[in-house]
T-cell receptor, first 113, second 113 residues
């Protein structure tokens, strides 16, 4: 298995633009998590899905952030409009049923100018 | 509210020495305590994990020590090697919490020759 695949690896955009981050979880995993990593706040859970259904989005910072999981093999995290304070590394992680181990992707480095 | 406090923020150890990273938690509902290792440009990867029914778990050179009464747990890396240089995160989650991991702020370990 190729692991959790995220795209793009790097994204540079201007303030006000829409940003879409993509994630393909490990096949057969039924839980998907989006995390944000910054120097100041460390790793923060933004939202997680179970069987494609959003379970907890309490970590989503504000309405500018939205996430979808249309099927078991794909999820997106969208920021619209983006702001410089959104600059961070965004990680997607997946987990199999009855398994506590999280598998992380390599992340998307987002820079909002 | 920071539910998992990690220290030190950074650590320099000589090759062959012992690296020790400490974490303390507040939520008594936590019952799963993993450590994740992260190399630059990569996502975190599970290193070792423990549940409160044991006070110690060892896997190779890595040992978790757990003190339930003090609500503390630590990672010991024996015979530290330059290849161990990475950022280490402790984490915790409660039973039935959908494995919503709360991460510590991370410790940047450097093992010098």
């Amino acid at each position: 298995d190729a692991g959790v695949i995220q795209s793009p690896r790097h994204e540079v955009t201007e303030m006000g633009q829409e940003v879409t981050l993509r994630c393909k979880p490990i096949s057969g995993h039924n839980s998907l998590f989006w995390y944000r990593q910054t120097m100041m706040r460390g790793l923060e859970l933004l939202i997680y899905f179970n069987n494609n259904v959003p379970i907890d989005d309490s970590g989503m910072p504000e309405d500018r952030f939205s996430a979808k999981m249309p099927n078991a093999s794909f999820s997106t995290l969208k920021i619209q409009p983006s702001e410089p304070r959104d600059s961070a590394v965004y990680f997607c992680a997946s987990r199999g049923q009855q398994d506590e181990k999280l598998f992380f992707g390599s992340g998307t480095q987002l820079s909002v100018l | 509210q920071q539910q998992v406090k990690q220290s030190p923020q950074s650590l320099i150890v000589q090759k062959g020495g012992i690296s020790i990273i400490n974490c303390a938690y507040e939520n008594t509902a936590f019952d799963y305590f993993p450590w994740y290792q992260q190399f630059p440009g990569k996502g975190p990867a599970l290193l070792i994990a423990i549940r409160p029914d044991v006070s110690e778990k060892k896997e190779g050179r890595f040992t978790i020590s757990f003190n339930k009464s003090a609500k503390q747990f630590s990672l010991h890396i024996m015979d530290s090697q330059p290849g161990d240089s990475a950022t280490y995160f402790c984490a915790a989650s409660p039973t039935g919490g959908g494995n919503k991991l709360t991460f510590g702020t991370g410790t940047q370990l450097k093992v010098e020759l």
